[in-house]
């Protein structure tokens, strides 16, 4: 980078973008004096020129003309804050190409471009900083990178969609529908008009792949991650877990070894799990997955709640680390693109960033483990017709496929409370022990088709 001052174009200028002009502006001289030089704000890049902007910002940087912004010759850093995959992955390939740094915060460009983004970045010799991506304002990107780089990850349990621990707080807490929770969510600015991304566990598919890429060295697309979202949780779910000691969030997990599903598991036992199949020959492989889980109301992440993200990593030097913030909104997430800025500032980025090769063809020789292969304890919900002969059809199916019952619970309901129903089917919670996800599934498939089953059968992995 030639010169003293950093020269920066922001292509995006909508909430992060806002909030990235505003900190560069309002705190030059704190963000001088990290950097141990200025990072001057050039360029500041919007579809449409006659929005109002936070005035702090010169009109006369304000432009629609990206081409003409990255081809600056004393542009250094091309900030990328456009999001999606179109433009925003031409910004970032031809900011490369004119040889300048990016800094971005595009979860999804990351996740099903990094291979090409990265190989581009090293063919041009320049750097791509991520901090924003995952978890909005908490470090977890540089902690994973640079302050854990001493271990190997052995797993990761995060939350990291905002809205759903919101929507699933609020049903925990004041017994909200699943509806009415994502009305709030929406009304607050927590969830989009469409929340389907969040919802449906894709947004943190998108992240655990980042996370995946970075601990494990694997490149695994987010549409192939294991994916449940929180859409089929009940009132009643919520209910049921907690008289079983246990609170429902979603979760984005990666764990190595072992195949099972258990938070001891992954801090006593999965590590060496991974050990022992290197050493009889084997790859080593890591489970990914997003979905419900049932946690115990005593686990860490059982306490995170409304829109806050948290992400605990296990290592195998450093033991358990937990981080957590907020993973969201316009001064979280434009304090960790600043941070990036800085790092570049200083130099430090582009070493990491040469030493870390991600997304190359260097991996760790981590396969991702078939989700079927996959081993948990299992809560499943049945509303079942209340007569004789039932509970031994459903206990032999799952015999069948060798999956022993922990405990069942047959809940009696009176009418209006969560589970009555109109047809006489009351619900039934049944716990699992370990089982594989395959032949839970087949099991599942099987007792859906009992006539006696009155509605598709609800279930969610156990943390435990
Ligand atoms: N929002 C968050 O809390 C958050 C958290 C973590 C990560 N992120 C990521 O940060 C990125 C930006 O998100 P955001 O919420 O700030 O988005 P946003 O508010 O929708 O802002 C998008 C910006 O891009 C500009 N833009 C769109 N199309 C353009 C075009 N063709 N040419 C030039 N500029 C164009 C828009 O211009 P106009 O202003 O003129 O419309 C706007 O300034 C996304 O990748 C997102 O996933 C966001």
Known sequence: MSGDTINIALVGCGTVGGGVAHVLLAHADRVTQRAGRPLALRRVVVRDHAKLRDPIIPRDII???????????????????????????KVVLDALAAGKHVVTANKSLLADAGAEVFEAARRAERTVCFEAAVAGGVPVIRALGESLAANQVTAIQAILNGTSNFILTAMAERGMSYAAALAEAQRLGYAEADPTLDVDGSDAAHKLAILAQISFGVAARPHEIARQ?????????????????????????????????????????????????????????????????????????????????????????????????????????????????????????????????????????????????????????????????????????????????????????????????????????????????????????????????????????MGD
């Open 229 to 461: 979202g929180i859409d089929t949780i009940d009132a009643m779910d919520i209910r049921f877990a907690y008289e079983l000691g246990y609170t429902i969030k979603l979760l984005a997990e990666a764990w190595t070894g072992g195949h099972s599903h258990s938070t001891n598991g992954a801090k006593l036992s999965r590590g060496g799990a991974a050990n022992a199949a290197h050493a009889n020959g084997g790859p080593p492989t890591v489970a990914l997955h997003v979905a419900p889980v049932l946690l115990r109301h005593t686990d860490l992440l059982a306490q995170v709640r409304g829109a806050y993200n948290a992400v605990l990593v296990y290592g195998d030097i450093v033991g358990e680390t937990l981080y957590q913030g907020p993973g969201a909104g316009q001064m979280p997430t434009a304090s960790s693109v600043v941070a990036d800025l800085i790092d570049l500032g200083v130099g430090r980025a582009q070493r990491t960033f040469a030493a870390a090769k991600l997304w190359s063809h260097e991996g760790r020789g981590f396969t991702v483990e078939p989700p079927e292969r996959v081993r948990s304890r299992f809560y499943l919900r049945l509303q079942v017709a209340d007569r004789p002969g039932v509970l031994a059809d459903i206990t032999r199916i799952l015999a069948d496929e060798e999956i022993s019952i922990s405990s069942l619970v047959q809940h009696e309901t009176e009418e209006g409370e969560p589970g009555a129903s109109a047809t006489g089917a009351v619900p039934l919670v049944i716990v699992t022990h370990y089982a594989s996800t395959g032949k839970f599934r087949k099991a599942l498939e099987r007792i859906n088709a009992l006539s006696t089953t009155a509605a598709p059968a609800v279930f969610f992995s």
């Open 63 to 89: 432009s629609t003309d990206i081409a003409d912004a990255i081809h600056d010759p004393n542009v250094h850093i091309v900030v990328e804050l456009v999001g999606g995959l179109g433009i925003a992955k």
